[in-house]
């Protein structure tokens, strides 16, 4: 994981209100996922698409992504290339760019961001996102509501 990104934080008084978020996608927990039904799964990349501030026109998720056109300027912008569908997708590589430390803190308008990339095991480019900080505890907390929706129903069937 990058102790830049972590020390950017520090830096600005943003650890303690995102460590939690942060340690649960390096923990794993969200590999869960990939036992949901096909409709929870679908059901979770439409709640990930309600977060505040998300732009649909800013999101893209196809076999061919041309990374040279994103950029943070667009943020937020989350481009994806598909493979196992768009919540486990989301979820990896925002994950996986924590964990590899491609992951870097900056401000617009003083609004903290972070951009990200992910990468194939070939090095290929898989994703980009230039999203608010704030997506992080976002996306684990939309998981968490499904998860818990989910379980309850299967208690009452």
Not at 138 to 145: G, P
Request: net charge positive; proline share 3%; charged share 25%.
């Amino acid at each position: 994981m990058s102790i830049n990104f972590l020390a950017q934080l520090q830096r600005y008084d943003l650890l303690s209100e995102h460590a939690e978020s942060i340690g649960w996608f390096l923990s794993e927990k969200w590999r869960v996922l990939s036992s949901w039904k096909r409709g929870d799964k679908r059901k979770l990349a439409n709640q990930f698409k309600k977060i505040p501030g998300f732009r649909k026109d800013h999101f893209g998720y196809s076999s061919e992504v041309d990374f040279a056109t994103t950029r943070r300027g667009d943020a937020p912008v989350i481009a994806m290339k598909k493979g196992d569908g768009q919540a486990m997708d989301w979820i990896r590589h925002l994950r996986n760019a924590i964990a590899h430390g491609n992951v870097e803190l900056y401000f617009n308008d003083g609004q903290p961001l972070i951009e990200g990339k992910d990468f194939n095991q070939r090095g290929g480019q898989s994703a980009y996102f230039a999203i608010p900080l704030s997506y992080l505890n976002e996306t684990v907390a939309v998981f968490n509501r499904l998860t818990e929706t989910i379980t309850t129903s299967a208690r009452h069937k």
